[in-house]
């Protein structure tokens, strides 16, 4: 089992920046695959960006490219997810991911195992 926690949500005006934190537990082997998603109200859990703990190779999906970024720290279990010049398309509940198992399902939802409980980032123009 894996436990994950998100932290590092609020609000911010447009053009600012925020860091996302995803800090896993749990009595398992380290994850193969973390990765961020976002939902709004009425549509489908999109990715964000995925990353192999491992050995850090990581993708980000193309139109968010140069604004978000995700890193590791593998001494503290935790993966982050750096947002800068945010817009209001942006605002979101955002999600981390987790699975224990390869390939991974990179920016497909429906291949993670584990779930946080999100956190809220709102963007006001």
């Known amino acids: 089992q894996v436990q994950l926690v998100e932290s590092g949500g609020g609000s911010v005006q447009a053009g600012g920046s925020l860091r996302l934190s995803c800090s896993a537990s749990g009595d398992t082997v380290r994850p193969t695959c973390m990765a961020w998603f976002r939902q709004v109200p009425g549509k489908e859990r999109e990715g964000v960006a995925y990353?192999?703990?491992?050995?850090?190779?990581?993708r980000t999906v193309t139109p968010l490219l140069g604004r978000f970024t995700i890193s590791q720290d593998n001494a503290k279990n935790t993966v982050y997810l750096q947002m800068k010049t945010l817009k209001p398309d942006d605002t979101a509940m955002y999600y981390c991911?987790?699975?224990?198992?390869?390939?991974?399902?990179?920016?497909?939802?429906?291949?993670?195992?584990?779930w946080g409980q999100g956190t809220q980032v709102t963007v006001s123009s």
């Open positions: 990353i192999y703990p491992d050995d850090g190779r990581f």
């Open positions: 991911a987790a699975d224990l198992y390869l390939p991974c399902a990179q920016f497909d939802a429906n291949g993670y195992h584990y």
